[in-house]
Nanobody, 126 residues
Framework: QVQLVEAGGGLVQAGGSLRLSCAAS????????VGWFRRRPGKGREFVGA????????LYADSVRGRFTISRDNAQNTGYLQMNSLKPDDTAVYYC???????????????????WGQGTQVTVSS
């Protein structure tokens, strides 16, 4: 069973930056697609972005495109979500997720991801 652990959440003022990490263990991370999702107060889980296991293909939600950047370091079995120009509306619990990606398109649907971290809280103050 692949295990995912998020880190890097915290309290930041509007306009600031945070970098979240997603450390994986127990599987072959290099062939897994990585997705990021969030749950904002009073709302359901929503897609943030995703990174294909090969080829550098990424997807971003319209709400974060241009502000957030997804990357990965396969040698360290770690994915990253760099968040810049943060807004109060970005306040949420952020989750990383992973799924075996060979032969499949990159997905923005949470139902296509098998493994999930427990989430990390990001709070943006105004």
């Amino acid at each position: 069973q692949v295990q995912l652990v998020e880190a890097g959440g915290g309290l930041v003022q509007a306009g600031g930056s945070l970098r979240l990490s997603c450390a994986a263990s127990g599987g072959t991370f290099s062939t897994y697609d990585v997705g990021w999702f969030r749950r904002r107060p009073g709302k359901g889980r929503e897609f943030v972005g995703a990174f294909k296991w090969s080829g550098g293909i990424t997807l971003y939600a319209d709400s974060v495109r241009g502000r957030f950047t997804i990357s990965r370091d396969n040698a360290q079995n770690t994915g990253y979500l760099q968040m810049n120009s943060l807004k109060p509306d970005d306040t949420a619990v952020y989750y990383c997720a992973a799924t075996e990606g060979r032969g499949l398109p990159l997905s923005s649907s949470s139902r296509d991801y098998q493994h999930w971290g427990q989430g990390t809280q990001v709070t943006v103050s105004s």
